[in-house]
């Protein structure tokens, strides 16, 4: 089936809206993160339905067909796989990638994507923390982490997923040493949401207001474990 990019974004986005909720997703939704109109998203759920991409209810919102999983799987794997190979073989910073893997993951052979997949090692992760898809387009576990500011002041997390679409967070948590696997200890929440936290990368204390804070998914160490 031949898709424009623009459908494929559309899947992309449904997909990573469905993950954690059962819950069908509003037009309004994939308005607000695709940055259109309502009405331009409506006409596009159209021709996706009439792909058999999606199950639309009216006034209800859409969910991914098995068929419409299958193709979103497929651009998040070429999309993690490109911010991986990005990072590790070109040199590009985390706060780099997401952009760049935006424009060729719609572009890339599948032996092109085995090939990144085998000099990767064949990652389970993109360098933000996020699962990829294996080659048979399984659906990742999702991690199991909870924001940040869902613990407590005194507890320890290991930071398991970062949200990979904010150059500038990305830049500010890199420079204050918050990345995937480093421990956090939280030191103080406050009550408009700052959490400032230790890292064990750096000596110094690094504030996360509430907008950064919620973008940041740890888990406590024993739950990693298992």
Not at 92 to 112: C, G, M, P, Q, T
Not at 189 to 194: L, S
Not at 196 to 210: I, Y
Request: hydrophobic share 35%.
């Amino acid at each position: 089936m031949m898709l424009s990019d623009v459908m494929e974004d559309y899947l992309k986005v449904i997909y990573q809206l469905q993950r954690g909720t059962d819950e069908r997703i509003k037009t309004s939704e994939i308005a607000d993160e695709l940055d259109v109109t309502s009405p331009t998203v409506t006409s596009m759920l159209e021709k996706l339905e009439e792909r058999g991409l999606i199950d639309r209810e009216k006034y209800r919102g859409v969910t991914l067909s098995d068929e419409g999983e299958t193709v979103a799987l497929e651009i998040v794997r070429h999309h993690r796989l490109l911010e991986a190979y990005l990072t590790e073989h070109l040199d590009y910073d985390w706060s780099e990638v997401h952009d760049e893997a935006d424009r060729l993951e719609h572009h890339i052979s599948e032996n092109f994507e085995e090939r990144v997949a085998d000099a990767l090692d064949q990652p389970e992760v993109d360098p933000h923390g996020s699962p990829i898809p294996n080659a048979d387009l399984e659906p990742p576990t999702r991690p199991t982490g909870e924001s940040v500011i869902e613990f407590e002041e005194g507890e320890t997390v290991v930071v398991e997923e970062v949200a990979d679409d904010d150059a500038e967070v990305l830049s500010y948590l890199s420079d204050h040493g918050v990345a995937p696997g480093v421990e956090l200890e939280i030191v103080e929440i406050a009550p408009f949401g700052m959490v400032t936290a230790r890292s064990s990368e750096s000596e110094d204390d690094v504030s996360l207001p509430e907008h950064v804070a919620h973008q940041v998914r740890v888990a406590q160490p024993a739950e990693l474990e298992q």
